[in-house]
């Protein structure tokens, strides 16, 4: 159970365009979804989280007009990166957490596959 | 301060030995820890949690957590080469919130 589903797992596009990631829960609704970015060698580092029906709220540093986040649905969140540019090239990583675990759970959140962007 | 400290490493060990990570945290509010295994170019995957002071096993996993340190850290116990990976550490301060994770510690077990 608890299976997040990211998609795509890979893309690669040219500078300039906008790219859409998908983050869905598969089995169970997730009241806050998260979004990471990692650098090479970096750690996974926070960018957004994501409420079902609100605001995503960003981290210092994010620009939230250029990550679009939208968490229209219990199981859906999306980020777009609009414009892209090569520095945007990245591995993005989404969590879902489903609210029921609590601080003593053993697994608070679940962590989709990731998707590897590239951009030329 | 980071919030969450490791040594990146790489930590290397001869096959069947122990390996040891660290992990350090800087707020004392944290009440949940994790450690999670991420091979290259794959999502990080769970290995332990911990709540309490003191050790939690399981198999050949060992978690430590003291508080008062403010420091947590996995013994892995006869190390195979397919645990050679990047090991993060990360702390929880509330339900509901995000993962905080360290660098992480690649660890290299040789066979």
């Known amino acids: 159970g608890a299976v997040v589903s990211q998609h795509p797992s890979w893309v690669i596009c040219k500078s300039g365009t906008s790219v859409k990631i998908e983050c869905r829960s598969l089995d169970f609704q997730a009241t806050t979804m998260f979004w990471y970015r990692q650098f090479p060698k970096q750690s996974l580092m926070l960018m957004a989280t994501?409420?079902?029906?609100?605001?995503?709220?960003?981290e210092q540093g994010v620009e939230k007009d250029k990550f679009l986040i939208n968490h229209a649905s219990l199981t859906l969140s999306t980020l777009t990166v609009t414009s892209a540019h090569p520095e945007d090239s990245s591995f993005y990583i989404c969590s879902a957490d489903s609210g029921t675990g609590g601080l003593w759970s053993n697994q608070p959140q679940h962590f989709g596959d990731g998707t590897r962007l590239s951009i030329l | 301060q980071k919030e969450v400290e490791q040594n990146s490493g790489p930590l290397s060990v001869p096959e069947g030995a122990i390996a040891s990570l660290n992990c350090t945290y800087s707020?004392?509010?944290?009440?949940?820890f994790f450690w999670y295994r991420q091979y290259s170019g794959k999502s990080p995957e769970l290995i332990m949690s911990i709540y309490s002071n003191g050790d939690k096993e399981d198999g050949r996993f060992t978690a430590q957590l003291n508080k008062a340190s403010q420091y947590v850290s996995l013994l892995i116990r006869d190390s195979q080469p397919s645990d050679s990976a990047t090991y993060l550490c990360a702390v929880l301060r509330q339900a509901g919130t995000a993962l905080i994770f360290g660098k992480g510690t690649t660890l290299s077990v040789s066979s």
């Open positions: 994501s409420n079902e029906g609100s605001k995503a709220t960003y």
């Open positions: 707020d004392r509010v944290s009440q949940s």
